[in-house]
T-cell receptor, first 114, second 112 residues
Framework: NAGVTQTPKFQVLKTGQSMTLQCAQD?????MSWYRQDPGMGLRLIHY???????DQGEVPNGYNVSRSTTEDFPLRLLSAAPSQTSVYFC?????????????FGQGTRLTVV | GQQVMQIPQYQHVQEGEDFTTYCNSS?????IQWYKQRPGGHPVFLIQ?????EVKKQKRLTFQFGEAKKNSSLHITATQTTDVGTYFC????????????FGRGTQLTVWP
């Protein structure tokens, strides 16, 4: 059972480049979300999805797009990378959303924008 | 902004000492979760508290939810080097969408 799989693990981008961070889960979870983690800031919610075809913004959505075409996949797109987007990105999934249940996290993607 | 205030931000203890981290909210919470993140790792779920005044134990870890459901604490008795990491509380806004918001975490260092 793979759980939540994120790719790539590390990435270096130049300012202005675009890229997609991949996230896949094999637990048939309804709820998926993306967080970024910066030193001293904890985990901040970027975007989330409550099911295929449904997405919404979190605390810090600017500069990021998401889509949820299948239950399993929830990619995060950086449209035009900026140095402020240098961070560690975590994807998470959980079985249901009301009430909250345990969130399972991927291993993270460490992104550097130069 | 942050939905919950978590204190302290850092805690350094000698092995065998106790450790406590606190989460405080200005609004009543429907539930609260706790996660642990080892250095270089990803957050791992520890527990969820739902009921007012609830106390749960996992070996040396004791979790409490306040009577007013506005605060929570995680207490570790007799810390070990394996307890090193950052401990986060996480809450939702109580909406039907159930977005999970994390505190800034308490980074625990344990020296032998």
């Amino acid at each position: 059972n793979a759980g939540v799989t994120q790719t790539p693990k590390f990435q270096v981008l130049k300012t202005g480049q675009s890229m997609t961070l991949q996230c896949a889960q094999d637990m048939n979870h309804e709820y998926m979300s993306w967080y970024r983690q910066d030193p001293g800031m904890g985990l901040r919610l970027i975007h989330y999805s409550v099911g295929a075809g449904i997405t919404d913004q979190g605390e810090v959505p600017n500069g990021y797009n998401v889509s949820r075409s299948t239950t399993e996949d929830f990619p995060l797109r950086l449209l035009s990378a900026a140095p402020s987007q240098t961070s560690v990105y975590f994807c998470a999934s959980s079985y249901t959303i009301t009430p909250n249940t345990e969130a399972f996290f991927g291993q993270g993607t460490r992104l550097t924008v130069v | 902004g942050q939905q919950v205030m978590q204190i302290p931000q850092y805690q350094h203890v000698q092995e065998g000492e106790d450790f406590t981290t606190y989460c405080n909210s200005s609004t009543t919470l429907s539930n609260i979760q706790w996660y642990k993140q080892r250095p270089g790792g990803h957050p791992v779920f520890l527990i969820q508290l739902v009921k007012s005044g609830e106390v749960k134990k996992q070996k040396r870890l004791t979790f409490q939810f306040g009577e007013a459901k506005k605060n929570s604490s995680l207490h570790i008795t007799a810390t070990q080097t394996t307890d090193v990491g950052t401990y986060f509380c996480a809450v939702d806004r109580g909406s039907t969408l159930g977005r999970l918001y994390f505190g800034r975490g308490t980074q625990l260092t344990v020296w032998p």
